[in-house]
């Protein structure tokens, strides 16, 4: 009874270690799948883009990258909406429990050290907005406009008790969204505009100083 008691949890143990393993794997091929398909999106476009593309791009057997997701619509899809989950963390930082100061600083931080980390996703949500926004679903078009909101409600109170300026809150962001995605968006501008080859985290770090300043200055009381 002793022996058979003590080799149930090892068989457990094993059982618990193979789906961390799968697990693992699941997370690797995926991240391969949607970091393949968002260059091939970006160069390509959506409609020049097949899953056997994928697939080799990958490195993967297209059987594999079926496994994971049903079409490529569903991994555009799944590109878009994980754009949008980092621009909503950037976002967060406009919250009641930052100052204006704080608030505004780090989002612009945060956004442009997102646009450094993930250049592709950002060129290919502006290409999808150019292109008409068919693919954005009305689930990510409600999120969107519900962290806007919010935002706009935090930077109105903080007019409203004399923090900042009374500007139009929309249009605050919109600035900040602008000028926070230009160095990603157009890359090649900003390179000759800077004359370097390619954008180093110095330029980015450049950028969040000069916008946080300027934006503060122009609207802090």
């Given at each position: 009874?002793?022996e058979?008691?003590?080799?149930?949890?090892?068989?457990t143990?094993r059982?618990?270690?193979?789906?961390?393993?799968?697990?693992?794997?699941?997370?690797?091929?995926?991240?391969?799948?949607l970091?393949?398909?968002?260059?091939?999106?970006?160069?390509?476009?959506?409609?020049?883009?097949?899953m056997?593309?994928?697939?080799?791009?990958?490195?993967?057997?297209?059987?594999?990258?079926?496994?994971?997701?049903?079409?490529?619509?569903d991994?555009?899809?799944?590109?878009?909406?994980?754009?949008i989950?980092?621009?909503?963390?950037?976002?967060?930082?406009?919250?009641?429990?930052?100052?204006?100061?704080?608030?505004?600083t780090?989002?612009?931080?945060?956004?442009?050290?997102?646009?450094?980390?993930?250049?592709?996703?950002s060129?290919?949500?502006?290409?999808?907005?150019?292109?008409?926004?068919?693919?954005?679903?009305?689930?990510?078009?409600?999120?969107?406009?519900?962290?806007?909101?919010?935002?706009?409600?935090?930077?109105?109170?903080?007019?409203?008790?004399?923090?900042?300026r009374?500007?139009?809150?929309?249009?605050?962001?919109?600035l900040?969204?602008?000028?926070?995605?230009?160095?990603?968006?157009?890359?090649?501008?900003?390179?000759?505009?800077?004359?370097?080859?390619?954008?180093?985290?110095?330029?980015?770090?450049a950028?969040?100083?000069?916008?946080?300043?300027?934006?503060?200055?122009?609207?802090?009381?």
């Amino acid at each position: 009874m002793g022996e058979g008691s003590e080799k149930a949890p090892a068989k457990t143990r094993r059982g618990r270690g193979a789906e961390a393993g799968d697990e693992r794997i699941r997370e690797r091929n995926t991240r391969a799948i949607l970091r393949a398909s968002a260059e091939l999106f970006a160069e390509k476009g959506y409609e020049g883009v097949s899953m056997l593309q994928i697939a080799k791009a990958t490195g993967l057997p297209r059987a594999n990258v079926y496994y994971y997701f049903d079409t490529k619509e569903d991994i555009y899809r799944a590109l878009i909406s994980e754009l949008i989950h980092g621009w909503e963390l950037a976002l967060r930082h406009i919250s009641p429990e930052n100052s204006p100061e704080q608030a505004l600083t780090a989002y612009v931080h945060a956004k442009l050290d997102y646009a450094r980390l993930h250049p592709i996703q950002s060129r290919l949500f502006a290409s999808e907005i150019l292109g008409g926004a068919k693919f954005l679903t009305r689930r990510d078009r409600d999120y969107m406009h519900a962290l806007t909101r919010e935002r706009v409600l935090v930077l109105e109170q903080w007019m409203a008790e004399g923090h900042i300026r009374k500007v139009d809150a929309r249009h605050l962001l919109m600035l900040l969204w602008g000028a926070t995605q230009f160095l990603s968006l157009s890359e090649p501008l900003a390179c000759d505009t800077l004359e370097t080859g390619t954008l180093r985290p110095a330029d980015f770090d450049a950028a969040a100083r000069t916008i946080s300043g300027i934006v503060l200055s122009g609207v802090l009381l």
